[in-house]
């Protein structure tokens, strides 16, 4: 089984680098594919200047599932992992997504660990059963697909700047495809990641992905507004304590109610849209079959 691992990167040289070094390591047999763009601290002279990636993709857009798009075209493995560019891969995680796939796994997750004194954090899956469907999360920055089950979804959603692997896990559901979690499936951390390249969450971006995805995979249905509504909630009255507990203002407060309504409103609407131009089971209108001008650059060892 070839495995070739794909990493987003947005500035993040050093960190970057750390994880490179765990994948020489523990992963030593797999395609290394490093998506970068576009950053401006020296991450392209690193990359290049090592013996152990095998292809570079410089893109243009600041979107993580632009860069996941772009390493799938160029990947040539079996199967295609997905690490982020602040994770390193811990022993035995190789063999763990070698063996998930071998056993017959179409897509494979496991445990993101943080670094803590003493230790590290861990957790299990996360599943959620939405209308008919049973719905195994993953997590883009750990996550294995067998290639055929990529092709089938067409890759990831690029309308969403975050978001993009719990839309493929709606996806994949809805075609019947199971998620397997395994425990030694396993990457850390030792600070706050974002979504691989995202370098900024706003509440407008969160819930226009939230409506976004839920309306495009499941229509305007009752469940799709409940959730969605119970997230906003949640967050509202969060913020509210803040503003109670002097560590943010009403001003700010009202602000982020704009936002989280601005983003429901157009994410709901591009859902609609969405669903209407992909009416097959994968629900994809942004995919990987879209395009074919996300990279500006590509450095590939292989052709030497």
Known sequence: MDISVVVPTLNGRERLAASLDSLAEAAPDAEVVVVNGPSADGTTGMVRDRDDVDVLVEIAARNVNVARNAGIEVADGDAVAFLGFDHRVEDGWYEAAVDALTDG????????????????TSEGPERRRIADREVTYLNGRNAVFTRRVLEEIDGFDEYLQTGGARDAAHRLAGMDVAVEWRPELAVRRRSEATDGGVERRDLGWKYRALAYRLVKNYGPRPTVVRRTLSHAVGDAVGALRDVVGGEATPSSWAGNGRDVVGGISGGA???LVARTRDRSPKRNPNGVSVRADRAVARYDRRDE
């Open 269 to 271: 609407s591009d859902g």
């Open 105 to 120: 796994a179409a897509v494979v997750t496991g445990p993101l660990r943080r670094s803590v004194r003493g230790g590290a």
